[in-house]
């Protein structure tokens, strides 16, 4: 995840694969300022978590206190695994830099509590190195998979077409109105109901289907054309209607008047051919965008197994 490449690049943690959790899943392991630190990632999820090793014989105050006192780490949940290790979650900001910011001042609020009370850094966390995945110290108890288990897995995995479909169907049926009621009003920002549809419509698909193949753009695309065009002949109906209510005109006129229009009055037809045309040129470009990022994020394992090799 692109959300969390600066745990690599600026904590020098690395990377491990999880297979049990879904698509995209990662913990990031090492040291932070010389404490056992991981973090555990997924795209799917809502949350971050970061779980560090800590001890201290005697203690005056609980460390869990000291933790829920701080002003930073008031709006996270913490939780004590052991007597020498803890977790703290937060929500994912929506921006990579607001995520990197937040977890910046999490670390610094905790490992400055952590050494000011005199924690021992110096724990291991397991008994062998490469049982450290298993998180067995941090009451994890999930069942961990290679990514070639994880690969196999995931082919074995069934599409569904239909449900996804659905999905997306109803989403564009979201950003039909959105576009009428735009065009109605005239706010000039009839393009931003396909710049969200894009992005929804990636999103709903993958959740519904349960999973994203090479075919699955073109069974979206093909819905998402349809809904901008079906879309920009109601918005003319509407916008006509609304323009001439006041002189009698009814809804039922202007669905029965408007197409025949569309078609044979050039001028009409070139505002609508120019119309479609934008608000289908801004959809194909942040739906190729969307489903690229979605697809990179599915396929994420494949890469980390290349570079394990």
Not at 142 to 154: A, G, L, N, R
Not at 178 to 196: M, N, P, R, V
Not at 226 to 231: G, Q, T
């Amino acid at each position: 995840m692109k959300k969390f490449d600066f745990l690599e690049t600026e904590y020098h943690l690395e990377k491990k694969y999880l297979g049990f959790t879904g698509k995209g899943s990662f913990t990031y392991s090492g040291k932070i300022k010389n404490f056992s630190t991981v973090v555990k990632v997924n795209p799917d999820w809502k949350n971050c978590f970061i779980t560090i090793q800590a001890q201290k014989d005697n203690e005056e105050i609980a460390l869990i206190d000291l933790l829920k006192r701080n002003e930073v780490l008031k709006e996270t949940n913490i939780t004590i695994n052991d007597d020498s290790s803890f977790t703290i979650s937060y929500i994912i900001p929506t921006f990579i830099s607001s995520n990197k910011k937040r977890f910046d001042e999490i670390i610094e609020a905790t490992i400055s509590i952590l050494k000011k009370n005199f924690y021992n850094s110096n724990v291991i966390l397991t008994e062998k190195e490469e049982e450290f995945s298993n998180f067995e110290n941090f009451n994890y108890k999930e069942k961990f998979k290679s990514p070639e288990e994880v690969k196999i897995d995931y082919d074995n995995r069934k599409e569904n077409i239909f449900l996804g479909i659905l999905g997306v169907i109803g989403v564009s049926l979201l950003a039909m109105i959105a576009h009428i009621i735009c065009d109605i009003i005239d706010s000039g920002y009839t393009f931003a109901a396909y710049i969200l549809l894009a992005s929804a419509s990636c999103y709903v698909y993958k959740q519904l289907a349960g999973k994203i193949s090479k075919k699955s753009p073109i069974y979206i695309f093909i819905v998402l054309i349809i809904s901008v065009f079906i879309a920009t002949v109601l918005s003319f109906i509407f916008s006509f209607y609304y323009f001439y209510r006041d002189g009698g005109v009814l809804l039922s006129e202007a669905f029965q008047e408007v197409p025949p229009v569309i078609i044979n009055d050039p001028e009409v037809r070139d505002l609508f051919i120019n119309n479609f045309l934008i608000n289908a040129g801004v959809l194909i470009l942040c739906f190729i965008i969307a489903f690229y990022r979605i697809f990179k994020e599915e396929m994420e394992y494949l890469k980390f197994k290349k570079s394990r090799k």
